[in-house]
């Protein structure tokens, strides 16, 4: 499953008359500051503390973000060449779709998924990534600390974990990727033709004919529930193996 594009879906498409109309309004995530979309005949701007942005003939009001310190804020608009991201008020590249807007916490990196011609990247501070078939959906995550970031990607008939930049081996399905509390070790589950796998740090567990679920403790202890035989048995241990 690759990213939806903000092609028309939960959009706002800005036909208004008799002049300016508020068509959003909410507050960052520590409601600190204050957001509005507001629309005046074919156009609309975000306007944040009273400040008003660009003008923009649709803007995608469910990709509206803020930092965690409520600093930085972005959104995706439409033009007739295409999507941009608007970040701090500043358009970026042109693109034909656009999806899943997060800023790092801490004030990290601001990054999202983007494609053109049917090739889908990852931009990072505005700076695209290699391209690739698919970004999974929802899988663009970065550590607690904001410092590293990491997706899972699709090229051909396999997916790949991208860890602070770098491909990691080709499986048929990934899934659960994620940092420890530290932000020090990045684990996900895996899959090849009938055999599960836990990764951690490029360390392959065992193969397992499942798992369900697994956890990463402050101490370097990982959990994990695991498939064998006729049942399930929870796995305890310093590392994946």
Do not use: C, K
């Not at 008003?52 to 804020?73: E, V």
């Not at 049917?118 to 990072?124: E, K, L, T």
């Not at 700076?127 to 698919?134: H, I, K, R, S, T």
């Not at 990934?174 to 509390?181: A, C, Q, T």
Request: glycine content about 14%; aromatic content about 8%; cysteine-free.
């Amino acid at each position: 499953m690759r990213h939806a594009a903000w092609r028309g879906a939960a959009v706002v498409l800005l036909a208004t008359a008799g002049g300016p109309t508020v068509l959003f309004r909410g507050t960052s995530s520590d409601r600190r500051r204050n957001i509005e979309v507001v629309g005046d005949g074919a156009e609309a701007r975000v306007v944040v503390d009273g400040i008003p942005g660009g003008a923009h003939p649709t803007i995608a009001i469910n990709t509206l973000a803020f930092s965690d310190d409520g600093r930085h804020h972005a959104y995706a608009a439409h033009h007739d060449d295409g999507w941009v991201v608007v970040h701090d008020g500043v358009a970026g590249a042109t693109w034909d779709g656009v999806a899943g807007l997060s800023f790092a916490p801490g004030g990290g990196a601001f990054a999202y998924a983007a494609e053109r011609h049917g090739r889908w990247h990852v931009v990072v501070n505005g700076v695209p990534g290699p391209a690739f078939d698919a970004i999974l959906d929802a899988s663009l995550t970065t550590d607690p600390t904001g410092r590293r970031l990491a997706y899972v990607a699709r090229r051909g008939r396999h997916v790949h974990a991208i860890i602070d930049g770098r491909d990691g081996p080709p499986y048929d399905a990934i899934g659960e990727l994620r940092f420890d509390p530290q932000g020090e070790r990045v684990a996900y589950l895996a899959r090849e033709g009938a055999a599960a796998f836990l990764l951690i740090d490029g360390r392959r567990s065992a193969a397992e004919q499942a798992i369900a679920d697994y956890t990463l403790g402050p101490t370097g202890r990982v959990a994990r529930l695991v498939r064998s035989g006729d049942g399930w048995r929870a796995i305890i241990a310093e590392m994946a193996g």
